[in-house]
């Protein structure tokens, strides 16, 4: 009698162990987690099951019988980001409460054309995109202003999403955001800018972006632009003549290109190009609304990501002879 209830005190200890074992210990083990997409109108038996060819359930039977006697926890769909150390205990519990979710990331980076983001965006696999067909003034709609050009018109920030977002979702946040940012701006603006309103302040921070690598000369690059526009100059700024060529760029300016008439080209017509080139960062941004102040006319670009300023053309053709001299020593 004796010896049957030490054995029956055995298996219940060897039971207790076992379910213990299935439930709470450990089964994720890499440093950034597992994902695990849970489809809707995937039943209980399929979830273990695809949880099991991925290693995260040890003992199948036990951790189903777990989940059957947890039929009050409802699953629900989504992406998850099951932890490091993550139990099978903790990932059910996480399938059922909802949390855990793993977001994607959407990165706008500053110079960024909108070409470039639509790109961007066919090329997810988790964002739900209903805008491939769309023609740009369709997009700039249902943001709410179809006048306007979509270039320039999106924040360049990271953006988190869960699978299955429309990719106008993103995008409505993207041109709030900026539209946020460049009232903000413009009404912390310097006095005696040259801008008709802050649309003009947007394209000018575009031709910031696209000019400088450096956030230290983004002001005097901005002083620049704006005494030629005070002084009625043509801007000549390459990245315009760039954009105005489209898809004919081939990664190098010509002298034909220099003189193509473009809507874009600020070697042929005075003035701003008629729409941004490129969506701005915030420095672009601060530096168009704080252009530093000199004397400074011309800038070439030295081929170290630095500008030479010069105040007078004979100056500037001094140091665009400097910087061809370098080139071709190197």
């Keep these: 009698m004796k010896n049957s209830q030490y054995y029956i005190r055995l298996i219940i200890a060897a039971v207790i162990i076992l379910c213990a074992y299935a439930l709470f210990v450990p089964v994720v083990f890499q440093k950034e987690g597992v994902v695990f997409n849970l489809q809707p109108g995937t039943s209980r038996t399929q979830v273990v099951s695809e949880l099991s060819e991925q290693g995260l359930v040890r003992i199948s039977p036990i951790f189903y ?3 059957y006697l947890r039929m009050d926890a ?9 932890p490091k150390y993550a139990t099978p205990f903790s990932i059910w519990r996480q399938l059922t409460s909802h949390t855990g979710i793993y977001y994607h ?3 706008i980076i500053p110079g960024k054309t909108f070409a470039q983001i639509r790109q961007m965006i066919q090329q997810s696999d988790a964002l739900r995109s209903i805008t491939k067909d769309w023609d740009d003034k369709k997009i ?4 709410g202003h179809p006048e306007l050009s979509p270039e320039g018109e999106f924040f360049p920030e990271t ?3 869960t699978r299955g977002t429309l990719d106008l979702v993103m995008l409505k946040r993207a041109f709030d955001l900026m539209q946020n940012r460049l009232n903000e701006a413009w009404a912390k603006r310097a006095p005696g800018l040259p801008y008709k309103d802050q649309y003009q302040a947007l394209i000018v921070a575009s031709l910031i972006e696209k000019e400088a690598y450096l956030d230290s000369e983004r002001p005097i690059i901005s002083g620049v632009i704006v005494n030629r526009l005070k002084k009625n100059m043509l801007l000549q700024i390459d990245p315009t003549v760039i954009y105005g060529l489209g898809l004919r760029y081939d990664g190098k300016i010509h002298k034909k290109d220099l003189i193509e008439d473009t809507p874009y080209n600020t070697y042929v017509h005075k003035g701003l190009p008629p729409t941004p080139i490129a969506m701005p960062g915030m420095v672009s941004i601060e530096a168009a609304m704080h252009p530093e102040l ?3 006319l011309y800038f070439v670009a030295r081929g170290d990501g630095s500008h030479q300023f010069s105040k007078s053309l004979a100056e500037h053709q001094a140091a665009v002879a400097a910087a061809s001299a370098g080139k071709n020593k190197s």
């Design 74 to 82: 409802q699953l629900r769909t989504g992406e998850y980001l099951f």
């Design 140 to 143: 700039m709609q249902y943001m």
């Design 159 to 161: 953006y988190y999403y």
């Design 105 to 107: 990331h959407f990165m």
């Design 65 to 67: 019988l777990y989940v």
């Design 294 to 296: 000199s004397d400074y």
